[in-house]
């Protein structure tokens, strides 16, 4: 079926879907520690890379639900949540070789983004032992067009395939807060010193769209990722076949200081050794009790996103530490630096062949890894600065807010992957994008949200960006890293 909608059309649909679109978001303000430890990808042993972790201290290398749920405390605002986020860190590389950790500035935001599937009104919490991966810690390229085609064409191969829309499910996000902000999700790859330099006077912000589609059978990674997989836009549309439940949406934001090393060579990399950004990935393990989850999913829906209007949520000082406890084996080991080898000795791979694995690895006692290549085998693909779309005509722009990835009003698609024509959805779908926070000084704003509406149409496709419902602003300090 092709058709075309009106912009009023669009809006009066928009308007009619709203009520059903709500989120919070969590703040994890301090880390809760910073270490080769990953349960689910190295359970039992060393982990090969680097994480900054946030939530549950009792978070470990062989952590369970039953762990976290008994952890003393939570990094993470609400004392609810016992749930563990963990990240790779990023690392500076310099001239001589040397290895030093970025200054995370803040925490990290995890936002529970509560988008039911297409004709149903309700979402399914995370169950106990629920766990699961977001991004490739392996994938090294990306062959699709940059930036991104508009997503009302994603309905067609290689856009509607999981390998495409896990590599979309990235950001990277240049953070200059004199300027209008990008877009959330806008570049999928890590851009490049010059870059960085010239443009992220504020730093970077790492971006991770966990798949919110699940088979509603296994909740372990043993069995690979296959038990969740991402809605047709990443973020919102329609789940694949054979995955019918739908549960809260879950999106990282972590900042980091690109910008102290401003002026030195050398370059930026994952703690996986990926210098492209491209096998930037992220690791959730539930920690909620499933009951009082699914309550909240349920009744937390003001669209502030505050979790201070959830009448459920015990909120904690967000100056609380809570640390997890070290193995004896990572206890001593330097992962600040200045270090001559990532953390674990990991080589550095810059693609465009898949990494090598990984593979638990032991405390570093060898040499360090022969070659590190200083500058990256392939061509990292450049993404200028592009300024989100404004929220309405009727706001002013403030530092810190959040901006859409601009889009125009009215285009009609030629792109050149698409080899059959686009297909019409049944209706018009939504897209969000995530709050900016910003810091001036050690104060964080933290405001801001924007809706749009993708439609997909053949041959012409309308985009409407439609104001935020509500925007707050809100001030506060963050701790010290
Ligand atoms: C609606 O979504 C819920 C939560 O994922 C699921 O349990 C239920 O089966 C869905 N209902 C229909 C009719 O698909
Ligand atoms: C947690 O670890 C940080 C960083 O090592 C340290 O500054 C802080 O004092 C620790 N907090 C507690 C409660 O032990
Ligand atoms: C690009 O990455 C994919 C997936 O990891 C891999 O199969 C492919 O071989 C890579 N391409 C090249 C040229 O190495």
Redesign the pocket.
């Known amino acids: 079926m092709h058709f075309a909608i009106s912009s009023a059309a669009l809006t009066a649909g928009f308007l009619f879907l709203t009520p059903t679109n709500a989120f919070w978001r969590m703040p994890c303000r301090e880390r809760s520690g910073l270490a080769r430890i990953d349960p689910l990808v190295s359970p039992g042993s060393i982990s090969q890379h680097a994480h900054a972790i946030h939530g549950s201290a009792g978070f470990g290398i062989d952590a369970s639900y039953n762990d976290l749920i008994a952890g003393s405390c939570t990094s993470c605002q609400v004392t609810q949540d016992k749930s563990a986020y963990w990240t790779p860190a990023l690392y500076f590389q310099n001239a001589a070789g040397e290895f030093q950790l970025v200054d995370q500035v803040g925490g990290m935001l995890a936002y529970y983004l509560l988008y039911p599937n297409a004709g149903n009104t309700s979402l399914s919490a995370f169950p106990e032992n629920f766990q699961m991966i977001a991004g490739?810690t392996?994938?090294?390229?990306f062959?699709y067009p940059v930036p991104d085609i508009p997503k009302s064409n994603w309905n067609v191969a290689p856009y509607n395939t999981q390998?495409f829309l896990e590599q979309a499910a990235l950001g990277f996000n240049c953070l200059n807060y004199a300027i209008t902000p990008e877009g959330s999700l806008y570049r999928h790859f890590l851009p490049d010193k010059a870059y960085l330099d010239a443009n992220c006077l504020d730093g970077l912000r790492l971006e991770l769209m966990f798949p919110s589609c699940w088979d509603g059978q296994s909740f372990e990674i043993k069995d690979q990722k296959e038990h969740v997989a991402y809605p047709s836009e990443v973020m919102t549309g329609t789940c694949p076949s054979g995955f019918p439940i739908r549960l809260p949406s879950l999106f990282y934001e972590t900042i980091w200081n690109t910008y102290e090393f401003v002026g030195q060579a050398g370059q930026f990399l994952v703690a996986n050794g990926d210098p492209t950004g491209f096998g930037y990935h992220g690791d959730f393990m539930m920690g909620w009790d499933p009951v009082f989850l699914q309550d909240a999913v349920n009744t937390c829906t003001n669209p502030s996103g505050q979790i201070e209007d959830c009448p459920l949520f015990n909120i904690q000082d967000e100056y609380t530490t809570c640390n997890i406890t070290l193995p004896s084996a990572l206890v001593s080991e330097n992962v600040v630096g200045p270090i001559s080898s990532l953390p674990g000795n990991v080589p550095i791979a810059s693609?465009?062949?898949?990494a090598n694995g990984a593979t638990a690895g032991s405390p570093v006692t060898g040499a360090p890894p022969a070659a590190s290549s200083a500058a990256s085998a392939i061509p990292v693909p450049t993404l200028s600065y592009s300024a989100g779309q404004s929220l309405a005509s009727t706001d002013t722009y403030i530092p810190g807010g959040i901006f859409a990835v601009s889009v125009p009003t009215s285009t009609t698609i030629a792109a050149p992957a698409i080899t059959t024509p686009p297909v019409a959805a049944a209706s018009n779908t939504e897209s969000f994008f995530s709050t900016e926070y910003t810091t001036s000084g050690r104060a964080v704003l933290e405001v801001l949200w924007v809706e749009e509406i993708v439609t997909v149409t053949d041959p012409v496709t309308t985009t409407v960006v439609v104001p935020g419902r509500k925007r707050h602003l809100r001030r506060h300090m963050h701790g010290q890293q």
């Open positions: 490739n392996n994938q090294r390229n062959t390998a693609g465009p062949a898949p």
